[in-house]
């Protein structure tokens, strides 16, 4: 992760909290998640300031909102590397996935249409395979 030298960006105690919250999970956290667990570490912290927070993490790159779900609350994610998501359309589960296909994409964009790709956000829907047994179940 880079630091405030490497960036120019200030981290507060309560920037590096909520982005703390959101690298030690895997869940894909609302906001209302993510300030629940924020409270643990830093009690006084209130909704706005993880809500505000949120959006500077997401502006400067430092993590990403995945989507929005049926109630359109936004989903976050610390984890800003190259990868994908899958999302269950039954349980709302929100899973990491790797494409090796988009490292071919990126190679074939870059080289035809001479442009720089920053990042890109690709959500898969279906069921995950908890639902699938289910279903198969049912």
């Known amino acids: 992760m880079a630091n405030e030298a490497q960036t120019g960006l200030r981290m507060t105690g309560n920037r590096q909290i909520v982005l703390e919250v959101l690298r030690n999970t895997t869940a894909h956290p609302t906001a209302q998640q993510v300030f629940l667990w924020a409270r643990e570490q830093q009690p006084g912290i209130g909704f706005a300031t993880v809500y505000r927070t949120l959006d500077f993490l997401v502006t400067h790159g430092?993590?990403?909102e995945v989507f929005r779900d049926k109630d359109g609350a936004a989903h976050y994610d610390g984890n800003v590397t190259r990868h994908d998501h899958a999302?269950?359309?039954r349980c709302g589960r929100i899973e990491d996935v790797s494409a090796p296909l988009h490292a071919l994409a990126y190679a074939i964009i870059e080289r035809s249409?001479?442009?720089?790709?920053?990042?890109?956000?690709?959500?898969f829907t279906g069921l995950c395979a908890d639902c699938v047994?289910?279903?198969?179940?049912?």
Do not use: L, V, Y
């Open 113 to 123: 249409a001479g442009f720089r790709i920053g990042s890109h956000a690709t959500a």
């Open 62 to 64: 430092m993590a990403q």
């Open 133 to 138: 047994a289910q279903e198969e179940d049912d």
């Open 87 to 89: 999302i269950c359309n």
